[in-house]
């Protein structure tokens, strides 16, 4: 595992989170690649397995079963397979191929994929829950993240950048949100999104080998390179999605060689805001640039096609009801109004507040107080972002029936924007160029 604050002199091996235990698994099944041998190590044994070989594991009672052709065996601790001798090249379906496994884990486009992964997985048990955790080293995992993120018809700066970006924040090692399970980060979108050699190709291999143990360098540290997949048009700062000082790296910057004219600052001003989002801007990440109907091609196998620098979402009042008061755990019979509290630099809202007539018929008031809690509340399947203003249409009575909500960007938009660095490899700038685009102030070095 990772250490923090530590800058690694030599290319260190990672510990990524397949199955977590809120997956709630209790089994699951797998097979051995065809063409490499390996073997399982537990309770003191070691055992081989045969190419293409059937595996199920379950967790009975306290113990992890498997069985192996008609042997059945039972661990208490743990299991890792492994490939016998090391396997040096990293090619397309390389590793053991496991059936589904969550992908969008919390958000609206969650799906069950099949993953291949390569090097060691370990199997362990925690409580009543399988957990399983990838083991190999951090180029291998990177050649595997670029594909994940974005496809293999993206151009090579945008993925070289994407591997900057991807190495950079993996190791800063700031957030460390599964510690507790004795990893470093999970395979999706809470963390980076990582799918094994499922979707591995030669571009993504190249652009590790490319840009190796390159990083972005702040004050000599690294930084903390966080992405997401669109921005709207202005990136959005650190401070206002998460706790924690700013970081002069990642402020609010226009997506853009210069400020679009129809940029007013500042977006937190609700006025300044509205009029953003009802233009139609030359950005990097805008339709003008990356057309939306071409899109697919160069998103991530698990995006959707959509609209990502602007859309619009018709939240109807029975929806939303039902929504906040499942996750707040309150007897809300209507939701009356949504007021914008805070905004940041971008126009995300990190500050709302639920006007709510309760089954008493007394007037309540409910915070949300983070973007991300924003975006969980107001949709079921996760609000693409929070950089939105609200038309409310009320009924005869004046209750409202519907929120109309007109937004831009998808996710928090901190950082690099993933179309837009998209936008700007299409119009030949340098991986470099697009990594100090959107860390301002950062210096790329080779630390390994």
Not at 227 to 238: A, D, I, L, R
Not at 279 to 291: D, E, K, L, Q
Request: a neutral charge; glycine letters at 6%.
């Amino acid at each position: 595992m990772l250490t923090p604050n530590i800058i690694p002199d030599k290319e260190p091996l990672i510990r990524v989170g397949i199955i977590l235990p809120e997956d709630r698994y209790t089994s699951f099944m797998g097979y051995t690649p065809d063409k490499t041998d390996y073997q399982i190590e537990f309770s003191g044994q070691c055992l081989p397995l045969k190419c293409g070989q059937r595996l199920f594991f379950k967790l009975e009672r306290d113990n992890i079963y498997f069985k192996l052709g008609n042997h059945e065996y039972r661990t208490i601790n743990e299991a890792r397979l492994y490939p016998v001798q090391e396997v040096k090249g990293l090619n397309p379906k390389d590793g053991i191929l496991v059936k589904n496994v969550i992908a969008g884990r919390g958000f609206h486009w969650k799906k069950y994929i099949d993953v291949n992964l390569p090097d060691t997985i370990i199997i362990k048990r925690f409580m009543d829950r399988l957990l399983m955790i990838n083991e190999l080293p951090i180029e291998r995992y990177l050649m595997c993240v670029a594909t994940s993120e974005m496809s293999a018809s993206c151009p090579p700066a945008l993925i070289e950048a994407q591997t900057i970006a991807a190495r950079s924040w993996m190791l800063a090692n700031v957030e460390q949100k599964h510690r507790q399970y004795e990893m470093d980060v999970c395979n999706d979108d809470c963390c980076q999104r990582y799918q094994g050699t499922t979707y591995l190709t030669n571009q993504s291999v190249e652009g590790a080998l490319n840009t190796y143990g390159q990083v972005l360098i702040f004050n000599d540290k690294i930084c903390d390179a966080r992405y997401s997949k669109s921005c709207g048009g202005v990136s959005e700062s650190f401070e206002t999605i998460w706790e924690g000082e700013p970081l002069p790296y990642l402020q609010v910057i226009a997506d853009a060689d210069k400020d679009p004219e129809e940029l007013l600052k500042p977006l937190s001003d609700e006025n300044n805001f509205i009029k953003w989002i009802e233009s139609n801007p030359i950005t990097f990440c805008s339709g003008r640039v990356v057309p939306e109907n071409q899109l697919k091609q160069y998103l991530g196998s698990v995006d959707e096609q959509g609209e990502y620098f602007r859309w619009n979402k018709i939240i109807l009042q029975k929806e939303l009801t039902a929504n906040i008061n499942d996750l707040h755990r309150i007897e809300a019979e209507y939701i009356l109004n949504l007021k914008v509290i805070k905004r940041g630099g971008s126009g995300r809202i990190n500050h709302l507040t639920v006007e709510y007539v309760d089954k008493n018929k007394q007037k309540q008031t409910l915070h949300l107080k983070s973007e991300y809690s924003i975006r969980q509340s107001l949709h079921k399947n996760f609000l693409y972002s929070s950089a939105f203003i609200i038309n409310t249409e009320t009924g005869v009575d004046k209750i409202p029936v519907q929120f109309q909500l007109r937004g831009a960007g998808w996710g928090h938009g901190v950082g690099l924007c993933q179309i837009g660095a998209l936008g700007m490899a299409l119009q030949n700038y340098s991986a470099k160029e697009i990594v100090v685009h959107y860390y301002p102030g950062s210096v790329l070095k080779r630390i390994y």
